[in-house]
């Protein structure tokens, strides 16, 4: 099963011990409606891990994406396990408007966010 999701923005971030690309989409009055949030974690104690929120629902962990797929503005996440959380979704499809701003987001973010996990398509 896939879950497929359409943004109007996405952006790219850099914290302390977080890479994160952030997908949204927003209202006429710029009010965020769905958003999904991908996020890197390097924690001193732990390895990396990848995490998924979707609004305000989180899941991750270290085995969470066997691959992900980047082509255009179409970024396919295929997950290990199907998704509780996405209604049993073992694919996550994400598409976001063409603009500058976010294909440079995407450029900055997509593969230090998804590291070795992004295979295939064209970057």
């Known amino acids: 099963?896939?879950?497929?999701?359409?943004?109007?923005?996405?952006?790219?971030?850099?914290?302390?011990?977080?890479?994160?690309?952030?997908?949204?989409?927003?209202?006429?009055?710029?009010?965020?409606?769905?958003?999904?949030?991908?996020?890197?974690?390097?924690?001193?104690?732990?390895?990396?891990?990848?995490?998924?929120?979707?609004?305000?629902?989180?899941f991750g962990g270290h085995n969470l994406i066997r691959e992900a797929a980047l082509t255009g503005n179409v970024l396919t996440l295929s997950l290990h396990e199907a998704a509780e959380e996405l209604d049993g979704a073992s694919d996550i499809v994400l598409t976001w408007s063409e603009t500058t701003e976010n294909l440079d987001s995407i450029e900055a973010g997509a593969f230090r966010v998804l590291g070795d996990k992004l295979t295939g398509g064209n970057a």
């Open 1 to 58: 099963m896939t879950e497929s999701r359409q943004y109007d923005t996405v952006a790219f971030d850099v914290r302390e011990n977080a890479t994160m690309l952030f997908f949204a989409r927003t209202t006429d009055t710029g009010d965020i409606s769905d958003y999904l949030l991908l996020m890197r974690t390097i924690d001193e104690d732990f390895d990396e891990s990848i995490y998924i929120e979707i609004n305000e629902q989180q």
